[in-house]
């Protein structure tokens, strides 16, 4: 069973840019949570979709959006990159959003230059 | 506020001996509990829960967990510490956000085992 994949793995951007970095679930999970990850901040959530609805929302400003397509597979956005966006970016599925574990991606890292 | 906490930053332990990685919890309700591990450059992997029942938790790589609802902790133990279980752990809890279930995690404390 393939778990859950995240691309790309690691890119590099510039100030002011935008990125895209998608996110494919495990087959069967309809939930998936985004979260960003930095040394000093530790965890931080973002958001999560469930059959295509935002659920919930982090506390970040409005450039980093999401979606969830019909296919569970999801993407974040985040636009008019700074500095302080990089950071490794975490992907989640779940089958059970009331007791089950979270699994995880790899992580796609992104360092804004 | 409902809320994990890891107090320990760091924790140093002999291989062979016994670690434990502190994590509390303040919520309302019955939490559900996790622990995850991550290792460099990677995502991070589950490891046990806690839902309900027997309040000793036994999980992945020989790792269990005391869930202490009167203390309100859920502290990582291991027997003997293997070099190779030197990473970051983090205690997560799930709780209710506007009628649905957001997972929030710890600090994190880096594990580091010493030869």
């Known amino acids: 069973k393939a778990g859950v994949t995240q691309t790309p793995r690691y890119l590099i951007k510039t100030r002011g840019q935008q990125v895209t970095l998608s996110c494919s679930p495990i087959?069967?999970?309809?939930?998936v949570s985004w979260y960003q990850q930095t040394p000093g901040q530790g965890l931080q959530f973002l958001f999560e979709?469930?059959?295509?609805?935002?659920?919930n929302k982090g506390n970040f400003p409005g450039r980093f959006s999401g979606r969830q397509f019909s296919n569970s597979r999801s993407e974040m956005n985040v636009s008019t990159l700074e500095l302080g966006d990089s950071a490794l970016y975490l992907c989640?599925?779940?089958?059970?959003?009331?007791?089950?574990?979270?699994?995880f991606g790899e992580g796609s890292r992104l360092t804004v230059l | 506020a409902q809320s994990v906490a890891q107090p320990e930053d760091q924790v140093n332990v002999a291989e062979g001996n016994p670690l434990t990685v502190k994590c509390t919890y303040s919520?309302?309700?019955?939490?559900?509990l996790f622990w995850y591990v991550q290792y460099p450059n990677r995502g991070l992997q589950f490891l046990l829960k806690y839902i309900t029942g027997d309040n000793l938790v036994k999980g992945s790589y020989g790792f269990e967990a005391e869930f202490n609802k009167s203390q309100t902790s859920f502290h990582l133990k291991k027997p003997s510490a293997l070099v190779s279980d030197s990473a970051l752990y983090f205690c997560?809890?799930?709780?209710?956000?506007?009628?649905?279930?957001?997972?929030?995690f710890g600090t994190g404390t880096k594990l580091q085992v010493i030869p």
């Open positions: 919520v309302s309700g019955n939490p559900y």
């Open positions: 087959s069967g999970h309809r939930s």
């Open positions: 979709y469930f059959s295509e609805t935002q659920r």
């Open positions: 989640a599925s779940t089958r059970d959003t009331n007791t089950g574990e979270l699994f």
């Open positions: 997560a809890v799930r709780l209710n956000s506007g009628g649905y279930q957001k997972v929030t």
